[in-house]
């Protein structure tokens, strides 16, 4: 795992506004004011997500001084760094994905029964072919996909599975839903390709889940 980017404290993984600061040679106060733009939006939404992914944190300076710094999460970091473009920023964001992702692993390697290990790959797996599936069917219709896209099919996919349409805990997800999760996803990436509307999908996601469920209770009472 690449401590100097990523660091994991018990079952979570975080880089923090400093690392993020230096790596992409930014200043210190530069980052700040971006993260507290999602703190402090009047969007609820935004404010809500800002809170859950940059947290406030403090440090001591070489001057003996107490700084503030914010603990950030792969999400919050993968928001932040969007806004850092040319081909030099994406090789760095790169390298910090690939140091949430080991650290991930080290945290289920840790934390979780094998069985588990195994779901949340393909749960994770599941990800990237789905949000491929949505510029693809989104650039048929000349559209732009910005992050708000990518967020809110995570959402409805979370939302399927759990009712609540945000931000799922993968430690607070059951085998079984982090089981469903992955499917429901992959069903939803053949239904973006199929060019199917946001609403429609999520009706035939729903629909999917619960069978899905029922499945599962019949060969639960069955054996």
């Given at each position: 795992m690449n401590t100097e980017l990523v660091h994991r404290e018990n079952n979570k993984a975080f880089t923090d506004s400093l690392i993020v600061a230096k790596e992409f040679n930014k200043r210190p106060t530069y980052v700040?004011?971006?993260?507290?733009?999602?703190?402090?939006?009047?969007?609820?939404?935004?404010?809500?997500?800002?809170?859950?992914?940059?947290?406030?944190?403090?440090?001591?300076?070489?001057?003996?001084?107490?700084?503030?710094?914010?603990?950030?999460?792969?999400?919050?970091?993968?928001?932040?760094?969007?806004?850092?473009?040319?081909?030099?920023?994406?090789?760095?964001?790169?390298?910090?994905?690939?140091?949430?992702?080991?650290?991930?692993?080290?945290?289920?390697?840790?934390?979780?029964?094998?069985?588990?290990?195994?779901?949340?790959?393909?749960?994770?797996?599941?990800?990237?072919?789905?949000?491929?599936?949505?510029?693809?069917?989104r650039e048929e219709l000349h559209k732009e996909t910005k992050p708000v896209h990518f967020m809110c099919e995570n959402k409805l996919c979370n939302g399927v599975v759990t009712g609540n349409y945000s931000k799922a805990d993968e430690t607070e997800l059951s085998?079984?839903?982090?089981?469903?999760?992955?499917?429901?996803r992959k069903r939803n990436e053949a239904l973006l390709v199929a060019g199917i509307p946001y609403d429609e999908r999520k009706k035939r996601l729903i629909a999917f889940a619960t069978k899905h469920r029922t499945k599962l209770i019949e060969c639960a009472t069955t054996t």
């Open positions: 700040h004011d971006k993260i507290k733009a999602f703190i402090n939006s009047e969007n609820e939404e935004l404010r809500k997500f800002g809170l859950q992914t940059f947290l406030q944190s403090s440090y001591v300076d070489e001057t003996n001084k107490t700084r503030e710094k914010f603990d950030i999460t792969e999400d919050g970091f993968l928001e932040l760094a969007m806004s850092f473009t040319g081909d030099k920023s994406r090789l760095i964001r790169t390298r910090f994905i690939k140091a949430f992702r080991e650290a991930l692993d080290e945290i289920n390697r840790l934390y979780a029964n094998p069985p588990r290990t195994d779901l949340l790959k393909d749960k994770r797996q599941s990800h990237n072919p789905m949000m491929a599936a949505l510029i693809e069917m085998n079984s839903n982090i089981e469903l999760l992955a499917l429901v």
